[in-house]
């Protein structure tokens, strides 16, 4: 088997060290990325040792974490608590999060925060079920305050990534355990879009979520018609697309993790996410390594590595870090305190 296939993959880790039995997965099949939780972070010594050992691995896989601020906060027990987005973006702050969570990260060794959120926060949908993860209701306050956000990221030289394409605003389930359904309303679905219109060309990167049009039922991970038609012709989007989760509760009846796999790689998605069963990854790889064709595969790897090549630019750009994680739990409750004041 070439290593091809397998550098389409975002993979997680069990906890706060590379498992021998993990090593040997991830060396017969090398990701693109590996993707940390906070179930993966004890202290920074322990940290520190991880990323080495991640960065020691064939290929070097990125290295990415979700660092939104509030309820998905994974640093908080070395740097936090963070606020939330929409706490920040309430009071202004979009591009000071964005920095304290650039800092952060490029302390601790990570190319990535897949962050900002843009999904509209609307009541009785996403206000609910998305709650202080999304900025605002309003598509302009929230392409402002996210644009804030990827500025501070990339002050730092860490990149970021919009998300959830085309938009979990309107959707009144959590994708983490149930599929929701948006209707097919096409003026709310600009509404949906708009920041990603807006802010596509300055991330570089759109996660893909897993809910689904009413019309057809298909999450917009699996499905053709929203990661590629939607995403590349209706956006004209040239960045790379990558897929939530695929053990997510929305995509329990699609099959196995192998077929969500090839299904998501088929359906436009760049880099494809296995988060927590490890163990099953190398039947994904085999999975898309055996149904994806060989123009669609160098297409998704293309895209992957030029954006290894933008975050290596935003690197080059950037500051050493030059950081203690004392200065920054002191600039983070700074923060903290500033928004709940406000």
Do not use: W
Request: hydrophobic content about 45%; some cysteine; overall charge negative.
């Amino acid at each position: 088997m070439t290593p091809g296939a397998s550098r389409l993959f975002g993979v997680g880790l069990s906890g706060p060290a590379l498992l021998a039995e993990e090593r040997a997965i991830l060396e017969e099949s090398p990701p693109g990325a590996v993707i940390l939780f906070r179930r993966n972070i004890e202290t920074a010594g322990v940290l520190a040792r991880l990323v080495r050992d991640v960065r020691a691995l064939p290929g070097r896989p990125l290295l990415l974490i979700d660092q939104e601020g509030g309820p998905v906060d994974r640093l908080r027990d070395l740097a936090g608590p963070f606020p939330s987005f929409h706490a920040a973006a309430r009071a202004g702050e979009g591009r000071r999060a964005g920095e304290l969570a650039g800092r952060a990260c490029a302390l601790l060794g990570f190319d990535v925060d897949l962050a900002p959120v843009v999904d509209r926060r609307l009541p009785g949908a996403g206000e609910s079920v998305l709650g202080e993860r999304a900025a605002a209701a309003d598509p302009d306050e929230i392409a402002a305050a996210a644009r804030d956000f990827l500025d501070g990221l990339h002050a730092h030289g860490v990149g970021g990534s919009l998300k959830h394409f085309p938009g979990l605003g309107r959707a009144r389930f959590d994708t983490h355990h149930d599929l929701p359904e948006l209707p097919d309303d096409p003026a709310e679905l600009e509404e949906d879009l708009r920041p990603f219109r807006t802010l596509a060309d300055a991330a570089g990167a759109i996660m893909v979520s897993h809910a689904a049009s009413a019309r057809d039922g298909v999450p917009a991970s699996l499905t053709p018609a929203v990661a590629t038609r939607l995403l590349r012709e209706g956006l004209g989007f040239e960045g790379v697309a990558l897929s939530d989760d695929l053990e997510m509760g929305a995509l329990a009846r699609f099959g196995g993790l192998p077929e969500r796999a090839a299904a998501a790689a088929a359906a436009g998605c760049d880099l494809v996410f296995v988060c927590s069963r490890i163990a099953e990854y190398p039947a994904c790889v085999e999975a898309v390594e055996r149904s994806l064709s060989d123009e669609r595969r160098e297409e998704a790897l293309r895209r992957v590595e030029a954006y290894r090549r933008r975050l290596e630019g935003l690197r080059l750009a950037a500051p050493s870090p030059d950081d203690s994680l004392e200065e920054l739990r002191r600039d983070v409750a700074e923060l903290l305190a500033l928004t709940e004041s406000r």
